[in-house]
């Protein structure tokens, strides 16, 4: 650390401790704000002070909120029958902004007994009768959906998960070999 810029540099370790963050943008970001803006650092801090605070897990769905239930939980336009299973609550704001899904959400982080029996109240309460599994495709993220589907083997439920393929605009030779595998499989007819 150079002397008689310790808190500059802090300010960049602090950066570039947060993910996708490398040394260079996080030089980049520390000089704007010390440098051309104090006002957005000062704004900055402020609203990470205020998130920090105020937001929460939702205590029905494990969503992100800033009460004890969050905004989709409580909004009656959501169909209550559909349930959308994720393992990051910020993978609803992915899914919410594709406008394709109005069921409800449940955030699965750990296989814990607690957030098991709160799926299973869940479901019953709200008589579930499909569940949208929308997880990264991997070997344990399978193992992960059979292990749900067996601990709600006793409610009458439609599993699926969302389609996996190949992307648009990728050429085949840039695609792993389980996407592949996966887009042939799950083939449509046009």
């Keep these: ?35 051309n803006d104090n006002y957005c650092g000062i704004k900055l801090a402020h609203s990470i002070e205020n998130a920090i605070k105020n937001i929460t897990k939702c205590t029905r769905c494990g969503s992100m909120s800033e009460h004890e239930i969050c905004e989709f939980c409580l909004d009656d336009s959501r169909n209550e029958k559909i349930l959308c299973i994720v393992q990051s609550a910020k993978d609803i704001f992915i899914i919410e902004e594709s406008k394709k899904f109005d069921g409800l959400y449940f955030v699965i982080e750990d296989l814990d007994e607690q957030s098991i029996d709160k799926l299973i109240d869940l479901v019953r309460e709200n008589r579930i009768s499909d569940i949208l599994f929308a997880i990264t495709p991997s070997l344990a993220n399978d193992a992960f959906i059979l292990f749900i589907e067996d601990k709600l083997k006793d409610f009458e439920i439609n599993f699926m998960k969302i389609a996996q393929g190949v992307p648009t605009g990728v050429s085949l030779e840039n695609v792993d070999l389980i996407s592949l595998s996966k887009a042939i499989e799950s083939k449509v007819v046009i």
């Design 1 to 35: 650390m150079k002397k008689g810029l310790e808190k500059f540099y802090e300010l960049v370790e602090a950066f570039e401790s947060l993910p996708t963050i490398g040394k260079k943008s996080a030089l980049r970001l520390a000089y704007h704000i010390v440098m």
